[in-house]
């Protein structure tokens, strides 16, 4: 059954440094997104991403962040100059739009501590 | 801002009970409402989605959309220690690459 991936599973970082994380989502799919839990919190939206350009955005997504399709396969998720507070597990979603139902798929996660 | 809330449990079963899980929100526009599965340090996996109001059944599995009353349920039927996870509501409005406003969780656990 196809899936996401996600790489790395988990990221250690310095407060300031850029991280970017990896996703491949499901082949067949046509919108992507990013959401991140904060441990013992909810599940957050971040960002989605259509035909090579970002359809939605909460407040969490500010300047520090950015997202990319580099080729074919692949969706990134940029964090610049990353904060403590950019501890998180951070999740890659994938859907195909049917034209009724929009079902997110998604990924394994991204631990990311940033010390 | 609280779209959609879900009581974190915990929630401790005994096996074979039958398990009721709910969720409540305030936007009236959302219009498709998914129950995923969440193990430990995992993604959340999709159990069930429905859309509008109704109900929806998979197996042990029984989804319930009430939008008069802005509340949603899941059932679980003859729960299994493998059931044993944190299950997510989540909700969105009808149009593609639209965000999901998830609940908090609720940790369900089921004692053989």
Not at chain 1, 17 to 38: D, M
Not at chain 2, 23 to 50: D, H, I, V
Not at chain 2, 65 to 93: G, N, W
Request: with cysteine; proline share 5%.
């Amino acid at each position: 059954e196809p899936e996401v991936t996600q790489t790395p599973s988990h990221q250690v970082t310095q407060m300031g440094q850029e991280v970017i994380l990896r996703c491949v989502p499901i082949s067949n799919h046509l919108y992507f997104y990013w959401y991140r839990q904060i441990l013992g919190q909810k599940v957050e939206f971040l960002v989605s991403f259509y035909n090579n350009e970002i359809s939605e955005k909460s407040e969490i997504f500010d300047d520090q962040f950015s997202v990319e399709r580099p080729d074919g396969s692949n969706f990134t998720l940029k964090i610049r100059s990353t904060k403590l507070e950019d501890s998180a597990m951070y999740f890659c979603a994938s859907s195909e739009w049917s034209g009724v139902t929009d079902t997110q798929y998604f990924g394994p996660g991204t631990r990311l501590t940033v010390l | 801002q609280k779209e959609v809330e879900q009581d974190p449990g915990p929630l401790s079963v005994p096996e074979g009970a039958i398990v009721s899980l709910n969720c409540t929100y305030s936007n009236s526009a959302f219009q498709y409402f998914m129950w995923y599965r969440q193990y430990s340090r995992k993604g959340p996996e999709l159990l069930m989605y429905t859309y509008s109001s109704g109900n929806k059944e998979d197996g042990r599995f029984t989804a319930q959309v009430d939008k008069s009353s802005k509340y949603i349920s899941l059932f679980i039927r003859d729960s299994q220690p493998s059931d044993s996870a944190t299950y997510l509501c989540a909700m969105s409005e009808d149009f593609a690459g639209n965000q999901f406003y998830f609940g908090t969780g609720t940790s369900l656990t089921v004692i053989p």
